[in-house]
Every structure is written in C-alpha cells, then in structure tokens.
C-alpha cells in the first residue's frame, strides 16, 4: 500500500457522488420505509468516503474525527426512524408512506 | 490502484443492487457487501480505527437492527404494500434531477480537488497500518478527537442520549413504563396489610 500508485482525489469524489445520488434516488424513487432508511445510510456513507479522502489528501485527521461524528448520527437516527417505523406500523398495520400522511394537511 | 477500482466496483453494484432489490433484507444483504468494502476503502486511506468502527457500528449494530424490524414487523402479516408504485411518474423526472444534481455536485467537488494532491504513499507522517503514532493511528486519532475536537464529542454523548430516550418515548411500552396510580394504591395496601399480619 505504501508503493502503490497514487489515486487522483477525482475518482474518490466521482465515486463517493455516484453513491450518494443512488442513495438520492433511493429515497425519491423507493416506497419502502426500511429501504428508504438505508438510502439514507448510503448517503452518510458516501459523505463519510469523502471525509476520509479529502482528510487523507491533506493528511490532517479532523475528517476521520467527523466521519466518527456522522456514524454516531447515522446511529441515533436509525435507531429514532425504525422505532418510529415500528410506532406507525402497530397504529396502522401497514408502512407504505402514501399511506402515512397524516401529518400531511 | 487495482484495490481502489475493485472495491469501487462492488460499492457501486451493491448500492445499486440495495436500492432496487425487490425485499428489504436483500437490501441489508446488499448494504453489507457494501460497508465490508468501505471498511476496506477505509483501510487503504489509513483510517483504521474508522474502518474498525464501521464494521463494528454499522455491519454489527445499525443492519442488525434493520434485520430485527424486518423480522419484527414482517411476522404473519405483509406490512409493505407490493401493488403498483401509488407514483408511477415520479420516476423519469426523479431519475433526471438526479443525474444533473450528480453532475454539479461532482464537477464543484472536482474542481475543489484541483489543489489538492493526489492520494500517494508518501508524506512525512504515514507509516504502515497497525503502526502507532502514524496518521490515521488509533493514537493519532485519540489525541485529535480528545483535544482539539472534545467539544464535538460531547455533542455526541448527547445527540445519543437524546436518541435513546426518543426511541424508549416512541416504541417504549406504555403500560409497562409506569405503574398506575391504581396500582401504586394496590401495592401499598398489600404492604400495609402484609405489615400489619407480620406485627400479630
């Protein structure tokens, strides 16, 4: 690893983007609550991807000190959007979100 | 090189293959092929304690997690609807703004990588990984993340405290959480009667 030929920054952006606009699509696209959620996950982990390259690049290890931070949130989060997931699915029998929209107006 | 384009590859196909699998726990399936190599992604950019925490945090604690409610939630009854996307239209246009909002972003992060040096294996402070006090050690990152970063990771405690108590509010149960002042009053008669019997 340490002779190995230098990666341009470039091709960690493009791929880390390329991750997080399937993820963007994911939650646009997807109908799923569950599957929704792990779009959201592709796209912490993209950032996170970008955190570690451009911290690497300039080697200064605040990014890996934020990418930490973002796995905490990443956590929380899922941990809060699955329990409510369970919450709406014992009051409503069903997770489709067209079909929960209460809250819509 | 060769590392970085393979594990592109399987990121790339597992993401795809995640967003469009058909059930959610081929979804995990596929999130975890795609965390296992970040994790390696990870590696070869010197972030092991980061690498470790991936596996442990994400492939150990959040998919297991997704497993449990899919077990949870998909015991005996369907709970996701399987008939025709209720937007059948979203998709063309979605799909489009996707891809130029793919293509901005890409091309302003691109250009802010311009002054930026390439990913090499030289640099005065790297070392081979497992190695301590070389960047990206589990001791350079202790010390980055306790000094200069320790007000962050207060936040964090707290960010996970909060998240704790929401999910006991949200998906706690209700009746088990707190006794109710009829039972309260029940428990402290059949004290008082147990105490009484015991001073005959």
């Known amino acids: ?105 | 090189m060769i590392t970085f384009w393979v594990l592109a590859i399987v990121m790339l196909s597992s993401a795809v293959w995640c967003v469009s699998a058909k059930k959610p726990v081929y979804s995990v399936v596929a999130l975890l092929a795609h965390f296992a190599a970040l994790a390696a992604m990870y590696l070869t950019l010197n972030g092991e304690f980061l690498a470790v925490m991936q596996v442990i945090v994400y492939s150990g604690g959040i998919m297991i997690l997704f497993v449990f409610v899919i077990a949870l939630l998909s015991s005996g009854v369907a709970p996701f609807s399987v008939g025709p996307n209720r937007m059948p239209r979203i998709g063309p246009p979605a799909i489009v703004v996707t891809l130029v909002a793919l293509g901005g972003v890409t091309y302003a992060l691109a250009r802010a990588a311009v002054v930026t040096p390439a990913i090499s294996g030289s640099g005065s402070r790297l070392g081979p990984v497992g190695e301590a006090n070389v960047f990206g050690s589990v001791a350079d990152f202790g010390h980055a993340l306790f000094t200069a970063n320790l007000l962050p990771f207060e936040v964090t405690a707290l960010i996970l405290m909060v998240a704790v108590i929401g999910v006991i509010l949200l998906a706690g149960d209700k009746s088990a959480s707190a006794p109710s002042r009829k039972q309260a009053a029940d428990v402290r008669r059949e004290m008082r009667e147990a105490i009484l019997r015991g001073g005959e």
């Open chain 1, 1 to 105: 690893m340490m002779n190995a030929p230098a990666v341009p920054l470039v091709d960690y952006i493009t791929l880390s983007s390329v991750i997080f606009f399937i993820g963007v699509a994911g939650v646009v696209v997807r109908r799923n609550p569950l599957i929704m959620l792990m779009s959201i996950e592709l796209m912490f982990n993209a950032a996170n991807l970008l955190f570690m390259a451009f911290s690497r690049a300039w080697l200064q290890n605040e990014g890996h000190v934020f990418a930490f931070l973002v796995i905490t949130v990443a956590a929380a989060e899922a941990a809060i959007a699955l329990a409510i997931v369970v919450t709406v699915f014992r009051t409503a029998k069903n997770v489709d979100v067209d079909d929960v929209a209460m809250m819509k107006g």
